[in-house]
């Protein structure tokens, strides 16, 4: 929060400022829950004269903090010569180290002030000091596009090849942003083409990315390596077909680009294509010899990609390539699951019209119904049934579909499972049961009701009420530990036990108590059977 005297310099209240300072001066060199000072506002925003006001009242010029780090910083952000001149002749230290743009220099670099810079410089700034997002002043330079700084820098011997910064280097920062004549000017004062570092691995992989053919084009003529390896894309090759640059993907492979080196977040270009959506690219890779099954990624494969993300075109193209339609990989371990979890229905017939296998279990979903069902896709549990799943299929975190669809509190493909033969009481994942997992999910939005008519529909199926989980915590545990008030009343009038004691020697009075439920802590009392004495094994009452 900022104090009085923080809102008057930072707005340019110079009476106001007057006003404070002339009752207490303590506030001066306070800082505010930003840890920025009263001089530092006056001095971002231009207010010289209540800058002077401040130092005159014993303002510290080299105090630290803040976003810019300090006074002189935030000046020099802001373009305010007049305001950097005077902190450094009141003695601000010109090569002080702090805040987002690491110094003074890179601060008025960024903001592309070169009147400010070259006075910096003259005021014995270090051209290569190192620190800040940017890594050093050239790189912020270079990233702003800002070509005469740049050359001031370079003529004041600036490193053009110093590593750090979210851009590795500095040519990288320039590519990444499109500098051409920047670019080109680096190149010519010896920047390393193939230098690697930065988010995206290497300098050309920067400019695919992004899509900067004419630069990309002007770094593989000064040597860059088509096939480098590195950075979150892995390869200049993968950069452009995940991000749609089909101009780009085309020149780097009749540059000789490898289509299906291994690597990066997708684990090979052709599923960075698929997942992202981009047929052209999809295509041209195939032409181009992309092996349609590769494995690795993310996603597992290309198939699984597109199914994923769910592009129904392009999975259609690569079942046409030979696609493996039950190749396993990934999060969610095989190519249906992924689209019955995601409710790509229309992909999902097409992939049971290709041989999918229904029941396939594999990934944290167990199977496709179970994977669909979570996701609280009616239409497509519903096609599965029809085409053959296994209601009562075991597997995957939820132990089987019912469950699964009970913890989200999906009463509708409950009551069909249930319908369909699944089994209320089926033991299995991590709620053991789903009746627990009904009771158990915590969402907010469900507020004091719960699950509550999920939890009806299981008791009205005959589940076992009393049944516990891995911890001994039955069922009426759980609701009273989440405050499910009308969950915790129906289980009451269905004669759920109070009384039991889970792994930890806790009674349903326990976790409400614990957790602030008032009126279920309430309800439990009234049931006559609770215990206000029982003691957990740690010796604790509800109480």
Request: charged share 20%.
């Amino acid at each position: 929060m900022m104090s009085a005297l923080h809102l008057a310099a930072f707005n340019g209240h110079e009476h106001e400022v007057h006003s404070i300072l002339g009752v207490d001066k303590s506030d001066v060199n306070r800082p505010d829950d930003t840890t920025t000072y009263p001089v530092m506002w006056a001095s971002l925003n231009g207010h010289d004269r209540i800058v002077q006001l401040l130092l005159e009242r014993g303002a510290d010029v080299i105090s630290q903090g803040g976003e810019y780090g300090n006074a002189l910083q935030a000046a020099c952000y802001g373009g305010h010569d007049k305001i950097a001149q005077k902190l450094l002749d009141q003695g601000a230290d010109v090569t002080a180290q702090g805040g987002k743009y690491g110094n003074a220099l890179q601060a008025a670099c960024y903001s592309g002030h070169d009147k400010i810079a070259q006075m910096l410089l003259e005021q014995g700034a270090d051209v290569n000091s190192q620190g800040g997002e940017y890594g050093n002043a050239l790189q912020t330079a270079c990233y702003g596009g800002h070509d005469k700084i740049a050359q001031i820098l370079l003529d004041r011997g600036a490193d053009v090849n110093a590593q750090g910064g979210k851009y590795g280097n500095t040519l990288q920062a320039a590519c990444h942003r499109g500098h051409d004549k920047i670019a080109q000017k680096l190149l010519d004062q010896g920047a390393d083409v193939t230098a690697g570092g930065g988010d995206y691995g290497n300098t050309l992989q920067a400019a695919c990315y992004r899509g900067h053919d004419k630069i990309a084009q002007m770094l593989l003529d000064r040597g860059a390596d088509v096939n480098a390896q590195g950075g979150f894309y892995g390869n200049a090759l993968q950069a452009a077909c995940s991000n749609g640059k089909d101009k780009i993907a085309q020149m780097l492979l009749e540059e000789g680009a490898d289509v299906n080196a291994q690597g990066g977040k997708y684990g090979n270009t052709v599923q960075a294509a698929c997942y992202r959506g981009h047929d052209k690219i999809a295509q041209i890779l195939l032409d181009r010899g992309a092996d349609v099954n590769a494995q690795g990624g993310a996603y597992g494969n290309a198939l699984r990609a597109a199914c994923y993300g769910g592009r129904d075109k392009i999975a259609q193209i690569l079942l046409e390539q030979g696609a493996d339609v039950n190749a396993r990989g990934g999060d969610y371990g095989n190519a249906l699951l992924g689209v019955c979890y995601g409710g790509h229905g229309k992909i999902a017939r097409m992939l049971l019209e290709q041989g999918a296998d229904i029941n396939a279990q594999d990934g944290k979903n167990g199977d496709a119904l179970q994977a669909a069902c979570y996701g609280g896709h009616h239409k497509i549990a519903q096609m599965l049934l029809e085409q053959g799943a296994d209601v009562n299929a075991q597997g995957g975190d939820y132990g089987n579909a019912l469950q699964a669809a009970c913890f989200n509190g999906k009463h509708k493909i409950s009551r069909m499972l249930l319908k369909e033969g699944a089994d209320v009481n089926a033991q299995g994942g991590f709620y053991r049961n789903a009746l627990q997992a009904a009771c158990s999910e915590e969402k907010d939005n469900l507020g004091t009701n719960g699950n509550v008519e999920v939890v009806r529909l299981l008791l009205d199926n005959a589940a076992y009420i009393s049944v516990a989980d891995n911890n001994r915590r039955t069922p009426l545990h759980s609701a009273s530990s989440n405050g499910h008030l009308e969950v915790v009343r129906l289980l009451l009038h269905n004669r759920a036990d109070p009384k039991v004691a889970d792994k930890r020697a806790c009674t349903p009075l326990h976790g409400a108590s614990e957790n602030g439920h008032v009126e279920a802590v309430r309800l439990l009392f009234q049931s006559s059977e609770a215990s206000i004495d029982a003691r957990d094994d740690t010796g604790r009452t509800p109480i």
